[in-house]
Nanobody, 127 residues
Framework: QLQLAESGGGLVQPGGSLRLSCTKS???????????VGWFRQAPGKEREGVSC????????NYADSVKGRFTISRDNAQNTVYLQMNSLKLEDTAVYYC?????????????????RGRGTQVTVSS
């Protein structure tokens, strides 16, 4: 089973930026370039929300409407890492962010394997 680990969260003021990273976790032989990967988030008391996903070769990226134009997903397969660059952060972006295996459809949606979630990384946007 794909095991991923998130990092890069923190406390930032509204309008600020953060870059999250997602790498493989554990001592396994797989390489991340075989997998499409997605980010989702969950805030206390709210339902989880899919944020973005990227195909295995990076050729397709999809975003939730709430983050379009502010967040950018990318990947460096040589480094086995997927990134989520978050700009113009808002208070409502506060959540724990998780990366998981996903698929990126040509219709613009993401299908997440929520069962493969790791510990996540906390993003707090506050003044």
């Amino acid at each position: 089973q794909l095991q991923l680990a998130e990092s890069g969260g923190g406390l930032v003021q509204p309008g600020g930026s953060l870059r999250l990273s997602c790498t493989k976790s554990g001592f396994t032989g797989f390489t991340l370039d075989r997998y499409a990967v997605g980010w989702f988030r969950q805030a206390p008391g709210k339902e989880r929300e899919g944020v973005s996903c990227i195909s295995s070769n990076g050729g397709r990226t999809n975003y939730a409407d709430s983050v379009k134009g502010r967040f950018t997903i990318s990947r460096d397969n040589a480094q086995n890492t997927v990134y989520l660059q978050m700009n113009s952060l808002k208070l409502e972006d506060t959540a724990v962010y998780y990366c998981v295996e996903a698929s990126a459809s040509v219709q613009g949606s993401c299908d997440f394997d929520f069962g493969s979630r790791g510990r996540g990384t906390q993003v707090t946007v506050s003044s």
